[in-house]
């Protein structure tokens, strides 16, 4: 469990002039109206409603909208002219698809402006002053390989009763006095990110896929293979962790100032078992992850998502489980992998993007022989089976009926229809 400064440092969304005036305040008051401009910083990763996986970044799309001081106000995307620089995404920009927004919101009688965004993910008590949302417990994936991951697109699966697929990705800023800034506002994100990627090679399809094949992918010297090892294309998965990553959670705005926003979760972990359960799909017909080359430092990000922070330094266990296919002579094969167990006493802190690593190319993985549980012949002779390796076990068939029945055994989840 590597930790990684997300390139989201710079993710934060930039409030800047709506128009151009000489004092440059970010900001121009028509009568009891103020209006902000909406922007990104650079080219990072960002914020929600639509994420841009090619610009990674936000992208604002039509009917978008923030809470500046408790009201619900419109974001109204820009298009926008060429920049004329490299990092110039002004081509993606239209009225309804941009990176630029204008916002209008009621001029305050204090002085004051605080944003919340985006309206979708929370519910605002008025009474309390306070904004509370609820982290799904089935989340999309995030996809850096296609341009519009768009979050309103996101449907249910019904088949295996789940319902909450869109991520929650919390943003705040405070201006304390307008007449007293200058600048910028910088939107801030209050979560914290992880991130699954596999790496495997040709050492991991020799074990798994030439006893059913009969195909070389790997050999010691190099020589006598007969096969490139195969993509996988990862489906869904499951993280199992005692760091709470589903449930109601509240922003909590005190510590903007210093260390910034966070979302707290209010939830506690469940008392039985002292894991949570987090599913994740993937857009589309899946992620395909492809075998890195011997010897080089290849890894497959699956996609990423987010989570309210937990920057305490106490134990974190975590467990991984995915669920792939790959194709051999027009027959589909279905594969289940769950990870050991891994504890980490780091933070997980707000900003960040965590790596969860599934490595089958490690120094450990090569030098460990796997254990065929029902013994190596039988697993030629069924064309497949479990396998139990040092960093987790795998199951591999193209009996969708065994398939499920191993991922109900071992991955403590909503059961799979085996039909």
Not at 122 to 140: A, G, I, K, L, W
Not at 251 to 277: C, H, N, Q, S
Not at 285 to 312: K, R
């Amino acid at each position: 469990m590597k930790k990684s400064l997300m390139v989201l440092a710079a993710s934060a969304l930039i409030l800047f002039a709506a128009c151009k005036k000489e004092e440059n305040n970010g900001y121009t008051i028509n009568g009891d109206k103020i209006t902000f401009g909406v922007g990104i910083n650079d080219a990072q990763n960002a914020d929600k409603q639509s994420y841009n996986g090619l610009a990674q970044r936000i992208y604002f799309t039509t009917g978008d909208s923030i809470f500046v001081n408790g009201r619900d106000c419109l974001v109204r995307p820009q298009a926008i002219p060429s920049l004329g620089t490299n990092e110039d995404w002004s081509a993606y920009a239209t009225a309804e698809f941009s990176p630029y927004a204008l916002i209008t919101s009621d001029v305050s009688t204090n002085g004051s402006y605080e944003f919340v965004y985006p309206v979708k993910v929370f519910r605002h008590n008025t009474e309390s002053d306070t904004y509370t949302t609820t982290f799904p417990s089935t989340v999309r994936l995030l996809n850096h390989a296609v341009e519009n991951n768009d979050f309103n697109t996101i449907l249910p699966d019904p088949q295996h009763g789940l319902f909450s697929y869109v991520p929650v990705w919390p943003m705040y800023y405070k201006i304390q006095n307008i007449n007293n800034f200058e600048g910028n506002v910088v939107l801030q994100n209050a979560c914290s990110f992880l991130a699954p990627r596999v790496r495997y090679a040709g050492l991991f399809a020799q074990r798994v896929f030439a006893p059913i094949t009969g195909e070389t992918y790997w050999s010691e010297d190099g020589t006598g293979i007969t096969a490139t090892a195969p993509a996988l294309n990862v489906l869904d998965g499951f993280i199992i962790s005692s760091m709470k990553m589903t449930g109601a959670a509240h922003l909590d705005r005190t510590g903007a100032e210093d260390g910034g926003p966070l979302m707290v979760m209010d939830d506690p972990i469940d008392a039985t078992t002292g894991r949570d359960l987090l599913h994740f799909d993937v857009d589309g017909e899946g992620m395909t992850i492809y075998p890195v080359v011997e010897g080089q430092d290849g890894m497959n990000i699956v996609g990423m998502f987010p989570v309210a922070p937990a920057e305490n330094r106490r134990a974190k266990s975590f467990q991984i489980a995915f669920t792939m296919g790959v194709d051999f002579n027009n027959v589909h094969y279905y594969i289940g992998f769950i990870s050991n167990e891994g504890t980490t006493n780091r933070g997980y802190y707000r900003n960040e993007r965590n790596f969860l690593h599934v490595d089958f190319t490690s120094t450990a993985f090569q030098e460990t022989d796997p254990v065929y549980t029902d013994g190596i012949e039988n697993f030629r002779t069924n064309h497949g089976g479990e396998i139990v390796f040092n960093n987790g076990k795998l199951f591999i068939s193209s009996n969708y009926s065994a398939f499920c029945t191993w991922r109900n055994a071992n991955i403590p989840t909503t059961p799979w229809d085996e039909d």
